[in-house]
């Protein structure tokens, strides 16, 4: 079946990186996107990252562009998401979700399958 797991996540100081990986499996990362998403306590999910099943185009948030970038190891069946110079604005709990959806999209409604998350806390 469909399962996804993230990990990598952790407490790092505003200006430090940390990369999570999704590790994807029941199914191939060539016939599905695969988005980041993230959700601070007490706000929405918000969209972070994505990328696209058949070419891996990506998209990010404007929030997060030219500090975190998405990339695909597709014979690992694992995606990953670089987040550097991070900021106490980007704690919060990151999950990486698929579906049947093929296009690189950042509305939650459109992936079916969820990991269980992985916290990411800024702070020094």
């Known amino acids: 079946q469909v399962q996804l797991v993230e990990s990598g996540g952790g407490l790092v100081q505003p200006g430090g990186s940390l990369r999570l990986s999704c590790a994807a499996s029941?199914?191939?990362?060539?016939?599905?996107?695969i988005g980041w998403f993230r959700q601070a306590p007490g706000k929405e999910r918000e969209g972070v990252s994505c990328?696209?099943?058949?070419?891996?185009?990506?998209y990010s948030a404007e929030s997060v562009k030219g500090r975190f970038t998405i990339s695909r190891d597709t014979a690992k069946n694992t995606v990953y998401l670089q987040m550097d110079n991070l900021r106490p604005e980007d704690t919060a709990v990151y999950y990486c979700?698929?579906?049947?959806?093929?296009?690189?999209?950042?509305?939650?409604?459109?992936?079916?399958?969820w990991g269980q998350g992985t916290l990411v806390t800024v702070s020094s």
């Open positions: 979700a698929t579906g049947v959806v093929r296009l690189c999209v950042l509305r939650a409604n459109s992936y079916d399958y």
């Open positions: 029941g199914f191939t990362l060539d016939f599905h996107a």
């Open positions: 990328i696209s099943a058949s070419d891996g185009t990506t």
